[in-house]
């Protein structure tokens, strides 16, 4: 795996050259000879946590080379998302789970959708929460449908963006990238703020936490539940 990856990089490096000197043919051939090492890395099934972890990197670090550009972020992402379904969704519970999620008086502990590292789609998107599962490098790479309703955005248009995009910059640089550097090194929190939403305002209760598989971390899961403004609602 390790000689495939270096083998693209060195590819990739050839093809921005190429790309400087605008030389049509040679971006056409070593696109050609590209996209085979892509589907090597990428398409084969991890044989340990290890091969795994190497998989979802380099999809990571393909997301973050290509950022400024919104057709390989889009093409990236979709290539993320099939690691995520691959190896993070699974259904094999859901039948145990079904009484839960069909009572609405009993409340859904979302410890039971991320248990071992797995992610219970169907029980995330049963959810009133939104939730997002951040990347280091902080990357969406998961988002369940309340979370995607919320934003409008489909929501296999969210996987491979960053999360600045949906919360504005100053807002993620100040507030939201470090806690979620927190997140990644360990730590589990909770941050309050007022946000805009529909020419509103709303207070965000956001609890994140690090979520890891076989002892290798995943990202940030991120939980945002919304309320009312009741300092507007007093001072009315």
């Known amino acids: 795996m390790k000689a495939l990856i270096d083998l693209f990089w060195a ?14 043919d040679a971006v ?22 290890s091969a795994i972890g190497v998989q979802f990197r380099f999809a990571l670090d393909l997301l973050n080379e290509e950022a400024d550009d919104g057709g390989c972020v889009r093409r990236n992402g979709h290539l993320l998302q099939m690691l ?17 999620t069909e009572d609405p008086a009993q409340p859904v502990d979302i410890t039971q959708a991320i248990a071992d590292g797995y992610l219970d ?13 951040v990347a280091p490098g902080y ?10 309703q919320r934003m409008d955005v489909p929501r296999d248009t969210l996987i491979g963006r960053h999360f600045a995009e949906f919360v504005g910059l100053h807002h ?3 507030d939201l990238q470090p806690s979620l550097d927190r997140c990644f090194a360990g730590e589990s929190l909770t941050l309050t703020y007022a946000d805009k939403l529909e020419g ?23 939980v945002m539940q919304e309320k009312e403004d009741r300092r507007r609602r007093r001072a009315d």
């Open 11 to 24: 590819k990739y490096s050839d093809l921005r050259q190429a790309v400087e000197h605008e030389d049509d």
């Open 28 to 49: 056409s051939r070593i696109d050609r000879e590209i996209d085979p090492l892509v589907k090597a890395i990428l398409g084969s099934q991890g044989r340990d946590q």
């Open 84 to 100: 995520v379904e691959r190896y993070l969704i699974t259904d094999q519970s859901l039948p145990s789970k079904t009484k839960t």
């Open 121 to 133: 789609d169907a029980l995330l998107n049963s959810l009133p929460e939104r939730v997002m599962v």
């Open 139 to 148: 990357r969406i790479f998961y988002s369940n449908e309340t979370n995607a």
């Open 172 to 174: 993620f640089r100040h």
């Open 200 to 222: 509103r305002t709303v207070v965000i209760h956001c609890r994140m936490s690090p979520i890891s598989r076989s002892g290798t971390l995943i990202g940030a899961l991120v």
